[in-house]
């Protein structure tokens, strides 16, 4: 035995073929699906394709009765209301626009799963990422992108703690979603050509905005203005959680050029917009920085960086700040920094750390 | 009963003799199963479990009550229970749900009081479910004999963990499970007194004395009474053999768990069920830790998505949600052993220690999110 391993499995393919690679290399494996949406609205319509549906369910625990490991349910619904629905909204009203599935990671999977593995006597806890986390000859772990480039999920990872580092595994880190499907289907995974999920799993029809003015009931934001940068009124709009910094459609302004959201002033309610020239940052402040490696605190070190998670990096400067922030210079003039969105540091392969984007810095 | 499957293809209400030797067999499983209730054999309808008794008599008595409109019960039943009152609660009748004592305990008192020429029907459990309360029911059965109301017991918890005799229980309707007892799963029965005007569920033959249309289901009703007889001869014994392991295992586990709570009344119940609230744990985490490590426990009740609920029961006896999500409880049978309590004991206590260190309850950071998307 290698070990007791908490598997964090949704029913998908890519948590199955894990918890199923961990089996098979001789761990003592335990299956968890998470609840943690909160229960539909009484009358809406039946949450289809999103993680932690009943039939999600029912695909993780036939994968753990093929695979003959025990599988358990865990209700963490208040948690994530609580940590993540919570700050999803809070952000919204803020005018920032919020990862959750980072804060999940953060808040759920590597804070109250880790506690729950703890619990039950684990060595380690695996999930379904594609990530690769690697030892030093000295020992230490570093966590790196995923081989396959086009899956890297390293992203959502940032906040992982030293001490996470060193008891999770990755099983999926070094191979591609082909072969993880192909290892599916050879392993007789009834979940094998399952679509993927691409949604915020609360948010299943994706509109943000009314889940926002759902769960805010009274805090919603009310209308305001949209005004230009000199702060001229070019119209209305119905709240500031309906916009994201750099977004273009649904201004609803005529304008002989294309308009973008420059900067959200929830105090004020007013909506600035733009030419794209305008929005270009050439850097931004994060919060809530995590540095996987404390050496890099106080030194100023050439990283590359995203912004989001499809973004394909740029070259920057970083330099670590006090109260848990960090400033990042970007090598040339930059898009559009988006407030609330993660930005991680790399270094080649390598998760240098990452935080949250609380500003852009203009010039 | 194994015999029964492979040899006794007949059909009990044939007249041919394959069928004349399956009705004898299920006649003596009803003969036994009477017997251990004190009661006639014609009393005895045979159901596919607890389940269906409890449906079968609150939706009979419901549909033969003529005028009357309302039903007393009370706010700790089985959900076999609950599920049938609010259905008829939504059809018109009216529900009174008495509310437990910190014990788990009915007043009688106040449930004789309620109990008037407009009640069709008192139904409760004898024996609850969760706590193992066991219900002082004689002045109910009498104040329901002087309003001429039906009442039901659910004794699927009673049963072959206390002497049941259903005249000095003064009931009408019993319900009891032929698995509880230790016999097979899908076979139950509802004893039913001969004057009880109760309406078949199932409709379409004269099985049951009409009262449950279908082939019967021989060899549960084989085993059924298996299990009858093995009660009948070892209840007394088997009974304060458990109670004494349970007090063993309940006294080990109030020295090694500072805090540790018993749910229910340390007398007045049956041995079998421990429910207890373990301090600053969640009762989810310790049962899959227990689980683990080969202790089996169980909780008030999670749906097939894992949503854990509190305890219906716990939260009616005055506890708070947290405390009832804290909670466990930890069943012994016929079969547990001197060693596996020791077993059991030392690995709760252990277990609990690890998992109130590795994931102490917090208290979340409530947004109050959580409770506008409810």
């Known amino acids: 035995m290698n070990g007791r391993v908490l598997v964090a499995m949704s029913g998908g ?70 940590r993540v629905i919570g700050n999803f909204v809070d952000e919204y009203l803020a005018g920032r626009t919020p990862n959750p599935c980072v804060m999940c990671n953060r808040e759920i999977k590597f804070d109250r799963l880790w506690s729950r593995a703890m619990a039950i006597g684990a060595d380690f806890i695996a999930t379904g990422h594609y990530a690769r986390i690697e030892q030093d000859g000295d020992g230490r772990r570093r966590l790196m992108r995923a081989r396959d480039a086009a899956k890297d999920q390293s992203y959502f990872l940032f906040a992982m703690g ?39 799993c609360f948010v299943p029809d994706r509109d943000y905005a009314a889940f926002v003015r759902r769960a805010a009931q009274s805090r919603t934001p009310a209308p305001g203005r949209i005004v230009d940068s000199d702060g001229r009124e070019l119209g209305r709009h119905p709240g500031v959680h309906h916009f994201t910094v750099g977004q273009r459609r649904g201004l609803g302004v005529a304008s002989g050029e294309p308009l973008y959201v420059r900067e959200i002033r929830a105090a004020s309610g007013d909506v600035v917009v733009g030419r794209k020239s ?86 | ?173 019993l319900t009891m499970s032929g698995h509880k007892i230790g016999g097979p799963s899908g076979i139950g029965a509802l004893y039913c007194a001969q004057e009880t005007q109760v309406a078949p569920l199932i409709l379409g033959g004269p099985q049951e004395r009409g009262m449950r249309a279908g082939t019967p289901n021989l060899p549960g009703a084989v085993g059924f009474r298996a299990a009858a007889e093995e009660v009948a001869s070892a209840l007394h014994a088997e009974t304060s053999r458990i109670a004494s392991l349970a007090n063993a295992l309940l006294e080990f586990l109030l020295g090694a768990i500072p805090g540790l709570e018993l749910n229910g009344p340390r007398l007045e119940r049956v041995p079998n069920t421990l429910n207890l609230t373990f301090p600053g744990v969640l009762g989810e985490s310790l049962l899959m830790a227990l689980d683990l490590e080969g202790v089996e426990a169980s909780m008030g009740s999670a749906c097939a998505a894992g949503a854990v609920e509190p305890s219906h029961v716990l939260v009616a006896m005055g506890r708070t949600a947290s405390a009832a999500r804290s909670s466990l409880r930890i069943s012994l049978g016929w079969s547990t052993t001197d060693e596996e309590i020791a077993f059991a004991a030392a690995t709760i206590a252990r277990v609990w220690r690890r998992v109130a260190a590795a994931e102490p309850i917090t208290e979340t950071r409530d947004s109050g999110v959580a409770e506008t998307l409810r």
């Open chain 1, 13 to 82: 393919v890519d948590s199955s073929v894990a918890a199923a690679i961990l089996r098979e290399r001789g761990y003592d494996v335990v299956g968890v699906a998470m609840r943690l949406a909160p229960e539909p609205p009484a009358g809406s319509i039946r949450r289809k394709a999103t993680c932690c549906s009943h039939d999600d369910f029912e695909d993780a625990r036939r994968v753990a009765e093929r695979m003959d490991f025990p599988f358990y349910i865990v209700d963490l619904r208040e948690d994530f209301a609580a």
């Open chain 1, 162 to 200: 030293r001490d996470e580092l060193s008891r999770t595994l990755f099983p999926l880190g070094a191979m591609s979603k082909a072969e993880v499907r192909a290892r599916a289907r050879a392993l007789g995974l009834r979940n094998a050509d399952k679509p993927e999920s691409q949604e915020i």
């Open chain 1, 278 to 363: 305008e929005l270009n940052a050439r850097g931004l402040i994060a919060e809530q920085v995590n540095l996987l490696d404390p050496e890099l605190a106080g030194r100023e070190i050439p990283v590359e960086v995203k912004i989001r998670y499809r973004h394909p990096g740029l070259p920057a400067t970083l330099r670590a700040l006090d109260g848990a922030r960090a400033e990042v210079r970007f090598a040339s003039a930059g898009p559009a920094v988006t407030p609330g969105q993660a930005c991680v540091f790399y270094r080649g392969d390598e998760v240098l750390g990452g935080g949250f984007i609380a500003r852009a810095i203009a010039e």
């Open chain 2, 1 to 173: 009963m194994v015999r029964c499957l492979e040899e006794e293809r007949g059909n009990p209400a044939s007249a041919h003799r394959s069928g004349q030797r399956a009705r004898r067999e299920l006649e003596r499983a009803r003969e036994r199963v009477a017997e251990l209730l004190g009661a006639r054999p014609e009393t005895i309808v045979f159901t596919s479990g607890g389940a269906e008794s409890n449906n079968l008599a609150i939706f009979g008595a419901a549909r033969a009550a003529g005028s009357r409109r309302r039903i007393v019960s009370s706010a700790i039943e089985h959900s076999s229970v609950l599920a049938p009152l609010a259905d008829l609660e939504a059809r018109g009748f009216e529900v009174v749900r008495l509310a437990p004592d910190r014990d788990g305990r009915i007043d009688a008192g106040k449930a004789a009081a309620a109990i008037d020429d407009n009640v069709a029907l008192i139904t409760l459990g004898l024996v609850n479910a969760e706590v193992g309360a066991i219900q002082q029911v004689a002045p109910i059965a009498e104040a329901a004999r002087r309003a001429r109301a039906v009442f039901h017991l659910d004794a699927a918890q009673a049963v072959g963990r206390m002497p049941i005799d259903v005249r000095s229980l003064g009931c009408d309707l």
